[in-house]
């Protein structure tokens, strides 16, 4: 079964809206074809309206940068999406699991056949700009009967410089020449956060508020990390970051600006899982290393990072123009909320 990429008149839009009061936006990372996939039961009983896909939508990387793995990847997931979802709005973009190389960057050979593979998987239509430009970012505004969403997703593999290791611990680059979107998204971004809009919805495959942990993060270009949280503080318009990544959930804010990140959707880490076995030992038996392997602080982190299975929602009140972002673990049961 192959997703379809929506592309919706404003009137369809809108006019199937008519008589709504909520809107609803889930959203998730991290998506395994060989585990099982449990949590769509949940989301569906949510009566999500869209569904934004984070990145690591497959896992099809290899070492070599060869992309048979990849295209094996795309086929067995194609018929495992739900049959429900098909009937959604659809928005993707990729991380590196689904780009083709672990924590891969602008100098992967084979990103233009991989951007070809991740096109035609959404079904993406030939007219949409990103069949003719390097790269997956793109810009859509969508009304809400008459809340306008800026949605800008960002593409953080294409033009990425090299990290400073091949492997985390990772360290930040005091290099400023180097890159995260590159000199054309840079400009096609500062462009686009122009737009009249009621909220500015910017989706990052890598977290950009967190500083602290070890992993990939836009704090590894500590002056890409400042200019696009200064752009974002500028503008007048409320701002929300999604991003996804880490296999573990969490709630971020600094100042005005707050960040979701939601990961993973079946795939927790291999310390999640064994904690998961372990549910009902006695938890003096079960060894302080794995417990502290679980715990995570940073300085912008509002809420305790969840471990295990989750999925976001974004909540938009079209009479009230409010907006609640929560994170849900995978029976659907509310983990923590919050108003933006």
């Known amino acids: 079964m192959k997703l379809k990429f929506f592309v919706l008149t404003l009137f369809i839009f809108t006019s199937s809206l008519a008589y709504s ?121 969508i009304d809400i009967e008459g809340f306008k969403i800026n949605l800008i997703v960002l593409d953080t593999r294409f033009f990425r410089s090299k990290l400073n290791s091949s492997k985390a611990p990772y360290i930040p680059t005091k290099d400023e020449n180097k890159t995260i979107l590159g000199d054309d998204q ?57 991003s996804g990544d880490r296999h573990k959930g969490g709630l971020y804010k600094k100042g005005p600006l707050t960040e979701l990140t939601s990961s993973s959707l079946n795939k927790p880490t291999s310390s999640a899982r064994l904690m998961n076995k372990l549910r009902f030992v006695p938890k003096f038996f079960i060894p302080n290393t794995l417990k502290k392997e679980l715990i995570e602080t940073d300085e912008y982190l509002e809420t305790a990072v969840y471990n295990y299975e989750n999925f976001g929602l974004i909540k938009i009140n079209t009479k009230t123009n409010n907006i609640e972002i929560s994170l849900n673990d995978i029976n659907g049961n509310e983990i923590f909320s919050d108003e933006v």
């Open 21 to 141: 009061k909520e809107y609803l936006i889930g959203f998730g990372s991290c998506i395994d074809q060989d585990f099982p996939q449990p949590i769509w039961n949940s989301i569906k009983d949510k009566n999500i309206d869209s569904f934004m896909f984070l990145g690591d939508n497959v896992y099809g990387d290899e070492p070599s940068g060869n992309l048979v793995k990849l295209k094996k990847s795309y086929e067995t997931q194609s018929n495992l999406f739900p049959e429900w979802l098909e009937q959604k709005k659809i928005i993707s973009i990729w991380d590196d699991h689904d780009y083709g190389i672990n924590d891969g960057g602008g100098d992967f050979v084979n990103k233009y056949e991989s951007q070809k593979l991740f096109l035609d998987f959404w079904d993406i239509p030939n007219s949409d700009i990103r069949h003719t430009r390097d790269g997956l970012y793109f810009n859509e505004v």
């Open 186 to 242: 840079w400009t096609w971004f500062e462009k686009v956060l122009q737009q009249e809009s009621d909220l500015i919805l910017v989706l990052s495959s890598i977290q950009v508020i967190p500083k602290e942990h070890i992993f990939e993060k836009w704090e590894l270009f500590p002056h890409e990390r400042l200019r696009i949280i200064e752009l974002l503080d500028s503008q007048k318009t409320k701002s929300l970051i999604l």
